[in-house]
Protein backbone atom coordinates (compact mmCIF):
# COMPACT_ATOMS: atom_id res chain seq x y z
CA UNK A 1 0.00 0.00 0.00
CA UNK A 2 1.22 3.44 -1.01
CA UNK A 3 1.32 6.03 1.50
CA UNK A 4 0.73 9.64 0.72
CA UNK A 5 1.78 12.45 2.29
CA UNK A 6 -0.58 14.03 4.26
CA UNK A 7 -0.77 17.77 3.78
CA UNK A 8 -2.27 19.70 6.77
CA UNK A 9 -4.83 22.12 6.08
CA UNK A 10 -4.41 25.88 7.20
CA UNK A 11 -7.03 26.70 9.53
CA UNK A 12 -10.48 28.39 8.73
CA UNK A 13 -10.09 32.26 8.34
CA UNK A 14 -12.97 34.06 10.10
CA UNK A 15 -15.16 36.65 8.46
CA UNK A 16 -16.06 39.72 11.02
CA UNK A 17 -19.49 38.46 12.82
CA UNK A 18 -18.78 34.67 12.10
CA UNK A 19 -16.96 32.17 13.90
CA UNK A 20 -15.08 29.02 12.37
CA UNK A 21 -16.52 25.91 11.95
CA UNK A 22 -13.25 23.86 13.72
CA UNK A 23 -14.18 24.96 17.07
CA UNK A 24 -16.73 22.85 18.68
CA UNK A 25 -18.05 24.96 21.07
CA UNK A 26 -21.40 27.18 21.67
CA UNK A 27 -21.22 29.83 20.50
CA UNK A 28 -21.19 32.88 22.56
CA UNK A 29 -23.60 36.35 22.41
CA UNK A 30 -22.83 38.06 19.68
CA UNK A 31 -22.76 41.99 20.04
CA UNK A 32 -23.86 42.11 16.01
CA UNK A 33 -27.07 40.52 16.58
CA UNK A 34 -27.61 43.26 19.62
CA UNK A 35 -26.90 46.29 17.06
CA UNK A 36 -30.19 46.99 15.27
CA UNK A 37 -32.48 45.75 18.32
CA UNK A 38 -30.41 48.19 20.16
CA UNK A 39 -31.13 51.03 17.62
CA UNK A 40 -34.32 50.58 17.69
CA UNK A 41 -35.00 51.21 21.04
CA UNK A 42 -33.04 53.75 21.35
CA UNK A 43 -35.16 55.38 18.89
CA UNK A 44 -38.37 54.76 20.70
CA UNK A 45 -36.35 55.89 23.70
CA UNK A 46 -35.65 59.03 21.89
CA UNK A 47 -39.35 60.08 21.73
CA UNK A 48 -40.33 58.63 24.76
CA UNK A 49 -37.40 60.59 26.92
CA UNK A 50 -38.89 64.25 25.97
CA UNK A 51 -41.62 63.47 28.60
CA UNK A 52 -38.65 63.43 31.32
CA UNK A 53 -36.53 66.05 30.26
CA UNK A 54 -37.56 69.23 31.98
CA UNK A 55 -38.37 67.32 35.36
CA UNK A 56 -34.60 65.56 35.12
CA UNK A 57 -33.20 69.12 35.22
CA UNK A 58 -34.26 69.93 38.71
CA UNK A 59 -33.48 66.17 39.87
CA UNK A 60 -29.88 65.75 39.25
CA UNK A 61 -27.49 67.32 41.49
CA UNK A 62 -23.78 68.19 40.35
CA UNK A 63 -22.10 67.08 43.36
CA UNK A 64 -22.90 63.84 42.75
CA UNK A 65 -20.35 63.48 40.44
CA UNK A 66 -17.97 66.67 40.25
CA UNK A 67 -14.81 66.46 41.29
CA UNK A 68 -14.99 62.07 41.51
CA UNK A 69 -12.38 60.12 39.74
CA UNK A 70 -15.30 57.73 38.13
CA UNK A 71 -16.70 60.59 36.50
CA UNK A 72 -13.57 61.85 34.76
CA UNK A 73 -12.82 58.54 34.19
CA UNK A 74 -16.03 58.02 32.12
CA UNK A 75 -16.42 61.39 30.72
CA UNK A 76 -12.68 60.24 28.72
CA UNK A 77 -14.93 57.49 27.23
CA UNK A 78 -16.67 60.58 25.13
CA UNK A 79 -13.66 61.82 24.29
CA UNK A 80 -11.58 60.78 20.68
CA UNK A 81 -8.27 61.05 22.06
CA UNK A 82 -9.17 57.75 24.68
CA UNK A 83 -9.97 55.75 21.46
CA UNK A 84 -7.09 57.05 19.94
CA UNK A 85 -5.05 55.27 22.37
CA UNK A 86 -7.00 52.09 22.76
CA UNK A 87 -6.84 51.89 18.77
CA UNK A 88 -3.16 52.08 18.95
CA UNK A 89 -2.73 49.38 21.21
CA UNK A 90 -4.81 47.63 19.20
CA UNK A 91 -2.50 48.19 16.29
CA UNK A 92 0.32 47.10 18.53
CA UNK A 93 -1.49 43.87 19.36
CA UNK A 94 -1.96 43.24 15.39
CA UNK A 95 1.13 43.85 14.47
CA UNK A 96 2.56 41.68 17.21
CA UNK A 97 0.35 38.78 15.81
CA UNK A 98 0.22 39.44 12.06
CA UNK A 99 1.67 35.77 12.03
CA UNK A 100 -0.68 34.41 13.72
CA UNK A 101 -4.14 35.99 13.16
CA UNK A 102 -5.82 32.76 14.85
CA UNK A 103 -5.27 34.36 17.71
CA UNK A 104 -6.79 37.25 17.67
CA UNK A 105 -10.50 37.02 17.49
CA UNK A 106 -10.70 40.58 15.50
CA UNK A 107 -8.47 39.46 12.52
CA UNK A 108 -10.43 39.57 9.66
CA UNK A 109 -10.52 37.68 6.48
CA UNK A 110 -7.90 38.15 4.00
CA UNK A 111 -8.67 40.82 1.65
CA UNK A 112 -8.22 44.36 1.67
CA UNK A 113 -9.24 44.71 5.36
CA UNK A 114 -6.64 42.21 6.40
CA UNK A 115 -3.87 44.54 7.98
CA UNK A 116 -2.91 45.88 11.07
CA UNK A 117 -4.43 49.26 10.68
CA UNK A 118 -7.75 48.10 9.76
CA UNK A 119 -9.34 47.19 12.88
CA UNK A 120 -7.46 50.68 14.80
CA UNK A 121 -9.20 52.89 11.57
CA UNK A 122 -12.22 50.67 12.18
CA UNK A 123 -12.30 51.92 16.11
CA UNK A 124 -11.13 55.78 15.47
CA UNK A 125 -13.85 55.69 12.18
CA UNK A 126 -16.45 54.68 14.35
CA UNK A 127 -16.21 57.31 17.20
CA UNK A 128 -14.85 60.09 15.50
CA UNK A 129 -17.55 59.72 12.89
CA UNK A 130 -19.98 59.39 15.82
CA UNK A 131 -19.08 62.33 17.19
CA UNK A 132 -18.80 64.56 13.74
CA UNK A 133 -22.58 63.76 13.02
CA UNK A 134 -23.70 64.71 16.72
CA UNK A 135 -21.92 68.47 16.20
CA UNK A 136 -23.45 68.26 12.75
CA UNK A 137 -27.37 67.55 14.63
CA UNK A 138 -26.15 70.47 17.45
CA UNK A 139 -25.96 72.65 14.31
CA UNK A 140 -28.85 72.03 12.73
CA UNK A 141 -31.14 71.08 15.72
CA UNK A 142 -29.81 74.47 18.20
CA UNK A 143 -31.35 73.29 21.20
CA UNK A 144 -29.96 74.65 24.12
CA UNK A 145 -28.55 73.19 26.87
CA UNK A 146 -30.29 72.98 30.67
CA UNK A 147 -27.71 74.87 31.74
CA UNK A 148 -28.95 77.83 29.58
CA UNK A 149 -32.97 77.14 30.63
CA UNK A 150 -31.76 77.19 34.87
CA UNK A 151 -29.19 80.58 34.64
CA UNK A 152 -31.95 82.57 32.33
CA UNK A 153 -32.05 85.96 33.92
CA UNK A 154 -32.35 89.99 33.19
CA UNK A 155 -28.63 89.52 32.28
CA UNK A 156 -28.56 86.55 30.15
CA UNK A 157 -31.89 87.74 27.23
CA UNK A 158 -32.71 84.19 26.01
CA UNK A 159 -32.90 84.64 21.68
CA UNK A 160 -35.74 82.17 21.83
CA UNK A 161 -38.89 81.61 24.05
CA UNK A 162 -37.20 78.65 25.44
CA UNK A 163 -33.70 76.93 25.02
CA UNK A 164 -35.78 73.77 25.37
CA UNK A 165 -37.06 73.92 21.40
CA UNK A 166 -36.04 72.56 18.25
CA UNK A 167 -35.59 76.27 16.59
CA UNK A 168 -34.17 74.89 13.43
CA UNK A 169 -33.02 78.88 13.91
CA UNK A 170 -30.35 80.37 12.65
CA UNK A 171 -30.04 84.14 13.71
CA UNK A 172 -27.54 85.50 15.70
CA UNK A 173 -28.00 85.06 19.45
CA UNK A 174 -28.93 88.34 21.37
CA UNK A 175 -25.95 89.66 22.66
CA UNK A 176 -25.23 90.08 26.72
CA UNK A 177 -25.51 93.68 28.06
CA UNK A 178 -22.26 95.69 27.27
CA UNK A 179 -21.37 92.85 24.51
CA UNK A 180 -20.82 93.40 20.62
CA UNK A 181 -22.49 90.36 18.00
CA UNK A 182 -20.61 87.96 17.43
CA UNK A 183 -19.82 87.15 14.03
CA UNK A 184 -21.59 85.11 11.87
CA UNK A 185 -18.82 82.14 11.50
CA UNK A 186 -17.84 82.24 15.31
CA UNK A 187 -21.77 82.23 16.62
CA UNK A 188 -23.05 79.76 14.31
CA UNK A 189 -20.28 76.85 14.47
CA UNK A 190 -20.05 77.37 18.00
CA UNK A 191 -21.81 74.10 19.86
CA UNK A 192 -20.56 75.15 23.27
CA UNK A 193 -24.42 76.66 24.11
CA UNK A 194 -25.87 73.29 22.24
CA UNK A 195 -27.10 70.44 23.76
CA UNK A 196 -28.72 67.70 21.11
CA UNK A 197 -27.21 65.54 20.06
CA UNK A 198 -24.39 64.88 22.90
CA UNK A 199 -21.00 64.38 21.39
CA UNK A 200 -19.93 62.41 24.39
CA UNK A 201 -22.23 60.42 24.12
CA UNK A 202 -22.35 59.48 20.68
CA UNK A 203 -18.22 58.89 20.78
CA UNK A 204 -18.52 56.25 24.13
CA UNK A 205 -21.56 54.25 22.50
CA UNK A 206 -19.67 54.67 18.93
CA UNK A 207 -16.19 53.38 20.57
CA UNK A 208 -18.25 50.51 22.93
CA UNK A 209 -19.86 48.78 20.36
CA UNK A 210 -16.67 48.82 17.84
CA UNK A 211 -14.76 47.35 21.00
CA UNK A 212 -17.53 44.74 21.58
CA UNK A 213 -16.97 43.69 17.87
CA UNK A 214 -13.47 43.63 17.61
CA UNK A 215 -13.42 41.62 20.83
CA UNK A 216 -16.71 39.56 20.17
CA UNK A 217 -15.91 36.21 21.60
CA UNK A 218 -15.79 37.91 24.98
CA UNK A 219 -19.05 39.45 26.20
CA UNK A 220 -18.01 40.47 28.87
CA UNK A 221 -15.67 43.23 27.00
CA UNK A 222 -19.13 44.06 25.27
CA UNK A 223 -20.85 44.76 28.61
CA UNK A 224 -18.15 46.55 30.31
CA UNK A 225 -17.66 48.73 27.47
CA UNK A 226 -21.37 49.09 27.13
CA UNK A 227 -21.63 49.86 30.85
CA UNK A 228 -18.79 52.86 30.90
CA UNK A 229 -20.62 54.47 27.81
CA UNK A 230 -23.93 54.67 29.94
CA UNK A 231 -21.99 56.00 32.54
CA UNK A 232 -20.57 58.45 30.03
CA UNK A 233 -24.35 59.58 29.37
CA UNK A 234 -25.46 59.47 32.92
CA UNK A 235 -22.39 61.83 33.72
CA UNK A 236 -23.26 64.24 31.11
CA UNK A 237 -27.05 64.67 33.25
CA UNK A 238 -25.60 65.22 36.40
CA UNK A 239 -23.75 67.59 35.07
CA UNK A 240 -26.49 69.38 34.10
CA UNK A 241 -24.95 69.66 30.32
CA UNK A 242 -28.08 67.62 28.71
CA UNK A 243 -30.89 66.53 28.65
CA UNK A 244 -32.13 63.27 28.72
CA UNK A 245 -33.40 63.41 24.90
CA UNK A 246 -29.99 64.59 24.11
CA UNK A 247 -28.06 61.71 25.44
CA UNK A 248 -30.17 59.31 24.43
CA UNK A 249 -29.82 60.59 20.78
CA UNK A 250 -26.04 60.50 21.16
CA UNK A 251 -26.86 57.03 21.99
CA UNK A 252 -28.38 56.43 18.80
CA UNK A 253 -26.33 58.15 16.67
CA UNK A 254 -22.91 56.26 18.03
CA UNK A 255 -24.76 53.27 17.88
CA UNK A 256 -25.98 53.70 14.17
CA UNK A 257 -22.65 54.80 12.84
CA UNK A 258 -21.10 51.94 14.13
CA UNK A 259 -23.62 49.76 12.74
CA UNK A 260 -23.02 51.04 9.28
CA UNK A 261 -19.41 50.94 9.43
CA UNK A 262 -19.49 47.39 11.01
CA UNK A 263 -22.00 46.21 7.86
CA UNK A 264 -19.72 48.28 5.31
CA UNK A 265 -16.25 46.34 6.57
CA UNK A 266 -17.84 43.28 7.11
CA UNK A 267 -18.70 42.90 3.20
CA UNK A 268 -15.43 44.29 2.36
CA UNK A 269 -13.78 41.46 3.81
CA UNK A 270 -15.77 39.06 2.11
CA UNK A 271 -15.00 40.36 -1.61
Known sequence: MIHTPHT???PLREQPGEFSASLHRPRPLNPETWLLPAVALLLIGLFVAHAFDLSQVAELDKRFVEGRDWHRLTRLMGYIGTWSV?????LLINITRRNDPERFSAQPAAGRASTPLSIPFFLIGCAGLAGLVAEGVKLLVRRGRPDALINANASLPLNE???YAYTWHWSAP????????APFLK???DTSDLGLASS???VAFAGAWALALVFRRSPLVAVLSLFLAYQTALGRLHVRDHYISDVVAGALIGTLITAVIWALWKRSTRN
Open 8 to 10: PQP
Open 187 to 189: WFF
Open 86 to 90: IALAL
Open 161 to 163: AST
Open 200 to 202: HAA
Open 174 to 181: IPKPGEQA
